[in-house]
């Protein structure tokens, strides 16, 4: 069975920290890792990751993809209080389905 | 519009009344995804159309639920003899072409309560 764990479920962090988000994978027929937020309803898309050990990177955010060890992380440096949100990581896989995690939920107080 | 809009956005219903949920896609997409999430949960996978065809609906939960895009672009999804167990946000995605290479754009979701 198909499964994608992240962690933790939930953080609260101060304002100006550092933060590293987990998801880890089992799949068969790997294609793709991609990184959500979540703010109200609407997922809005971060990171498309397809290749191991290549970094993407967007202003504070930044994610890498270990496709050996089967995980992904995703950091946020000097975080914010717009940060807060849920974190959601989506496996692609073959036949064009994205399975996602339960997601973790940030929170971060001034 | 420019994103994905979807409608109602909130639906409240007595259990076994029929409810249709509707989805516009980004112009030009044409790959269209339908999701459930139930709270604290992540998106969960119930069918996608790649135009006017359902490309896999395996992730339909049963027969109660159906949808449509019978012009490759709005799509409706359709649960009858609605449970209080459907209850859950009901999320649309579109894509330019469907791929596991390709980002979903996600609509703001219909929250279905069903008493």
């Given at each position: 069975e198909d499964k994608v764990v992240q962690s933790p479920l939930s953080l609260v962090v101060h304002e100006g920290d550092t933060v590293t988000l987990n998801c880890s994978y089992e799949v068969t027929n790997f294609r793709s890792l991609l990184w959500y937020k979540q703010e109200k309803k609407a997922p809005t898309f971060l990171f498309m990751l397809t290749s191991s050990g290549i970094e993407k990177k967007s202003g504070r955010l930044s994610s890498i993809l270990d496709k050996k060890e089967l995980f992904s992380i995703l950091n946020i440096t000097a975080?914010?209080?717009?940060?807060?949100a849920v974190y959601l990581c989506a496996v692609g896989l073959n036949g064009n389905q994205f399975y996602f995690g339960t997601g973790t939920s940030l929170t971060v107080i001034p | 519009g420019a994103g994905v809009s979807q409608t109602p956005s909130n639906k409240v219903t007595e259990k076994g009344k029929y409810v249709e949920l509707r989805c516009d896609p980004i112009s030009g997409h044409t790959a269209l995804y339908w999701y459930r999430q139930s709270l604290g949960q992540g998106p969960e996978f119930l069918i996608y159309f790649?135009?006017?065809?359902?490309?896999?609906?395996?992730?339909?939960?049963?027969?109660?639920f159906f949808a449509v895009r019978p012009e490759g672009s709005v799509s409706t999804l359709k649960i009858q003899r609605?449970?209080?167990?459907?209850s859950a946000v009901y999320l649309c995605a579109s894509s330019?072409?469907?791929?596991?290479y390709n980002e979903q754009f996600f609509g703001p979701g219909t929250r279905l309560t069903v008493l």
């Open positions: 975080t914010q209080t717009g940060d807060s | 790649q135009g006017t065809g359902a490309a896999d609906d395996s992730g339909l939960p049963n027969d109660r609605t449970e209080r167990g459907d330019p072409i469907a791929g596991s």
